[in-house]
């Protein structure tokens, strides 16, 4: 079965430093990858996705995502964090016969310091 | 930009007592789905909708559930009788399609089984 792991629950860092939350996939064959954000009240945002190609990919709020498939990872990064970044963020996965059955890491709550 | 909404924010229950929570998807969309977050766990895929009959369905989505579109803009989730795990935050998603169309969620709706 597939399954995802965001190994921090919770990550402090300081406005103006850059940020990256983890994301590792169990899964039989490269399954679509997505990063998804939730902030307090709010649903689910996209934040970005890959399907195939270029392994780096962008996406809005100025957050990229590597996928390497030899550590089966999909890391989202944030070369320098707003106040407004601190919210939930979700890595899921879904497998290419059904790109809209996602499965969901547990999370990785963001708090930004000033 | 378009949006889904939830209705209601939260909703406090019974248990054995019959919710039904309503979503609007997207207008131009196609399919429809149903995700839930027990307090503390991972978000779950609960059921996915189209061409007004269900496409694929978790085990959680078991005969308590049911899922309809009454008419061509609501999409409600039916608890027949609640159970006390019920309990938790449930969030309506649409896409234009499958695979490379992304999940657009509700802001969620939050049941509370007592």
């Known amino acids: 079965a597939q399954s995802v792991t965001q190994p921090d629950i919770h990550i402090t860092v300081s406005e103006g430093a850059s940020l990256e939350l983890r994301c590792n996939y169990s899964?039989?064959?490269?399954?679509?990858l997505f990063w998804y954000v939730q902030s307090p009240g709010q649903g689910l945002q996209l934040l970005l996705k890959?399907?195939?190609?270029?392994?780096l990919v962008q996406g809005i709020k100025g957050f990229e995502a590597e996928f390497k498939r030899s550590q089966s990872s999909f890391n989202l990064r944030k070369p320098s964090v707003h106040w407004s970044d601190a919210a939930e963020y979700f890595c899921?996965?879904?497998?290419?016969?059904?790109?809209?059955?996602?499965?969901f890491g547990g999370g990785t709550r963001v708090l930004v310091k000033p | 930009e378009p949006e889904v909404t939830q209705t209601p924010s939260h909703q406090v229950t019974q248990m054995g007592q019959e919710v039904i929570l309503r979503c609007v998807p997207i207008?131009?969309?196609?399919?429809f789905y149903w995700y839930r977050q027990i307090l503390g766990q991972k978000v779950e895929f609960l059921v996915s909708?189209?061409?007004?009959?269900?496409?694929?369905k978790s085990e959680i989505f078991d005969d308590q559930f049911s899922v309809e579109r009454p008419d061509g803009s609501n999409f409600t989730l039916k608890i027949r009788s609640t159970k006390l795990e019920d309990s938790a935050m449930y969030f309506c998603?649409?896409?234009?399609?499958?695979?490379?169309?992304?999940?657009?969620f509700g802001n969620g709706t939050r049941l509370t089984v007592t």
């Open positions: 998603a649409s896409s234009a399609g499958t695979d490379v169309s992304p999940l657009h």
């Open positions: 899964y039989g064959a490269t399954p679509y």
């Open positions: 890959y399907f195939s190609g270029d392994t």
């Open positions: 899921a996965v879904a497998p290419r016969a059904a790109g809209n059955k996602l499965t």
């Open positions: 207008s131009n969309h196609l399919y």
């Open positions: 909708f189209y061409n007004n009959e269900i496409s694929e």
